[in-house]
């Protein structure tokens, strides 16, 4: 047997270069890094010596590296990742909790965070954490419960199981989350004797698995049977490429289609057969079809709370439910009629089975009645006084304006979120939602690595002030890596959503809006010149048609353009219409009389949920 002695790094970065996809193209594009004394010796010589064969790139910190690596795996449909190198110790948990965003949104990313010595000589190294009583644990056991599958290299050897192992969990269509190896710095030092044939190049084909026929006839059965299906688009269609499938599907069967924030923009907007999101901050057309379905079919979805009004929205008595997912785990779930496989292979059998029926009980006008009402909410409203402050829906307003085919809207927390899914009229593929976990700070990393990965098309970036501030460094990354995209930041001077949220459920404004939080001086935050220190294009919109203009000129430059828009915090999206009702549970005494009457109306509320 040939072998090539090459230290554990060198090791793991030669395979990674060799591990390719369907493209041609290596699964891993590239790593970012922030070097310590976990990784620097060991990983970052084995990188710098890599070259081109896996590039590294610099960013400012390892949360927000990973964001935009997820992201990155997202706009490219899980076809292609990114890894993430961090330090031991703080470098390490810093990436924990995009670990959980790629694990709940079943997401690809390769975390390599450096671990203590496995030989523990020099014990307690720098920044780690001492166990007590459990020799074998240290801070990157944080990772576990948000890894799909975490390993610790405490052997060089050992990657020859490890590494094929985390390249099936990142290529694996029911299983794909985020991978940890768990890297010790004396390990990455420590060379083997490698087989040769180990770093052969090997193809990961993205494998589509075939439902079981007879739960296909179930299925079939349930659809012929039923008087007004529905279907929930969720992100699962995009990760199998099935936009196509599915819109055939439900134009030949006449079964109207119903998003989730992952599935939004799979079919464009203009679909006839996209009656919008459902769900808590759904659309009109969309709920009306939810709330009267006798059948439920779920493709590629989580059946998140949100699109669910939490289990109260798909409330006709007689209503069935069908899951269709790759993954068991959702197929089976409240009960589902489960369709375990790929959603394009699914669908594909479904209609084969299903022939020429057609459903067709729905309204075709509602979907137009809603969209008229979007337009005319989103429109900028004029005779204003001096001091009138613009509301979401009217920066959403001006956006689209601007939109075109090649316009993506992202962001992940605050009100846009649930503003965009109800009012946004995506073109197809033009949405990229992280609501999964909602991550604040995800946004501005997050759109350069949509822009990475698709660097065709114009990326809006809508992020809060509030998530601005929790994470806004890697703008510099994307000015010296010359990474344009749009940020939209909305001023409101605080967490609006969550303030509206807080007054919803009987409670006094407080510790939301700068306003009403314990500091002594209101602050003046300086938006355009914090931007503009780092080298982003950065203005402040003096109103709406100015916001338009801005969005326009951003398209020419080469660095981010951040535009500032003062908000007004006090309007919820729920103002245009649509929506449901959320399970957030009010306090069962309080001395506050708002808290008691928000109670009775809670418990009103939750009789219409479902436990099934
Ligand atoms: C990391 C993180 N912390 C806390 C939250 C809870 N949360 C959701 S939205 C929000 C406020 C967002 O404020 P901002 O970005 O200014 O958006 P706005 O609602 O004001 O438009 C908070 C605190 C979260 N989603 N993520
Ligand atoms: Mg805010």
Not at 123 to 141: H, R
Not at 175 to 192: K, M
Not at 416 to 441: D, F, I, N, T, V
Request: glycine residues 8%; negative net charge.
């Amino acid at each position: 047997m040939n072998t090539l002695r090459l230290t554990a790094a060198q090791a793991m970065v030669r395979y990674l270069s060799a591990q390719m996809n369907e493209d041609g193209e290596r699964f891993i594009d590239g790593v970012w890094a922030i070097f310590g004394h976990g990784n620097v010796a060991g990983l970052g010589e084995a990188l710098e010596q890599a070259g081109n064969t896996m590039p590294t790139w610099r960013g400012q910190n390892e949360q927000t590296m990973a964001h935009t690596a997820i992201a990155y795996a997202k706009a490219k449909r899980r076809r292609r990742a990114m890894a993430v190198t961090s330090s031991i110790g703080p470098g390490a948990t810093n990436m924990v909790t995009a670990a959980a965003l790629a694990h709940v949104n079943r997401l690809p990313v390769l975390l390599i965070p450096g671990d203590i010595f496995a030989g523990r000589a020099p014990d307690p190294v720098l920044q780690q954490v001492e166990d007590f009583d459990d020799g074998t644990v240290s801070a990157n056991d944080c990772f576990r419960p948000v890894s799909r599958y975490f390993d610790r290299i405490v052997r060089p050897e050992q990657l020859l199981t490890a590494l094929p192992r985390a390249l099936r969990v990142l290529t694996d269509p029911a299983d794909c989350g985020p991978v940890t190896l768990s890297f010790c710095q004396d390990t990455q030092a420590e060379a083997f004797d490698y087989p040769e044939s180990f770093f052969e190049p090997k193809v990961w084909r993205i494998r589509r698995p075939e439902p079981d026929s007879r739960d296909v006839s179930d299925v079939a059965a349930l659809i012929e049977a039923a008087e007004r299906p529905v279907l929930v688009c969720g992100g699962g269609v995009v990760y199998s490429q099935a936009e196509e499938t599915l819109a055939d599907f439900a134009t030949r069967h006449a079964i109207p289609i119903i998003e989730t924030q992952a599935g939004k923009s799979a079919l464009a907007q203009s679909h006839p057969m996209n009656f919008g999101a459902a769900g808590v901050d759904g659309a009109a057309s969309a709920n009306e079809l939810a709330e009267k379905a006798d059948l439920v079919i779920g493709v590629g979805t989580r059946f998140q709370d949100f699109t669910t009004g939490s289990w109260a929205l798909f409330k006709d008595p007689s209503r069935k439910l069908v899951s269709i997912n790759v993954q068991g785990y959702d197929a089976d779930k409240h009960s589902a009629v489960g369709l375990v496989g790929d959603a394009k292979v699914c669908l594909e059998r479904l209609s084969a089975t299903l022939t020429d029926h057609r459903s067709g009980a729905f309204d075709p006008q509602s979907r137009l009645d809603w969209l008229a009402k979007v337009d005319a909410h989103c429109c900028a409203r004029s005779d204003v006084s001096e001091d009138y402050l613009p509301i979401d829906a009217e920066v959403i307003g001006a956006v689209q304006r601007t939109a075109n085919e090649k316009t993506i809207a992202m962001c992940a927390a605050g009100t846009m979120p649930g503003a965009l899914k109800l009012l946004w009229q995506a073109p197809q593929g033009g949405y990229h939602m992280e609501y999964g976990y909602s991550c604040m700070g995800y946004e501005i990393a997050g759109a350069m690595g949509v822009k990475l990965a698709q660097p065709d098309r114009d990326v809006v970036c809508f992020v809060g002030d509030g998530s601005y501030m929790m994470a806004n460094s890697e703008l510099a990354t994307a000015v010296m890596r010359q990474v344009p995209f749009t940020v939209v930041l909305t001023d409101n001077r605080g967490f609006g959503c969550i303030n509206r949220l807080q007054l919803g459920t009987g409670g006094a404004e407080f510790n939301n809006l700068y306003r009403s939080a314990n500091i002594e001086v209101q602050p003046e935050i300086d938006f355009v010149a914090h931007a503009a220190s780092m080298g982003a294009h950065a203005v402040k919109a003096e109103d709406i048609a100015d916001l338009e203009n801005q969005i326009l000129a951003s398209r020419a430059r080469q660095v981010p353009t951040v535009i500032v828009i003062d908000t007004d915090p006090m309007h919820g999206p729920g103002e245009a219409g649509g929506g449901h009702w959320w399970d957030v549970a009010v306090p069962e005494v309080s001395a506050r009389p708002e808290v008691k009457e928000a109670r009775e109306n809670y418990l009103a509320a939750l009789k219409d949920q479902r436990a099934d």
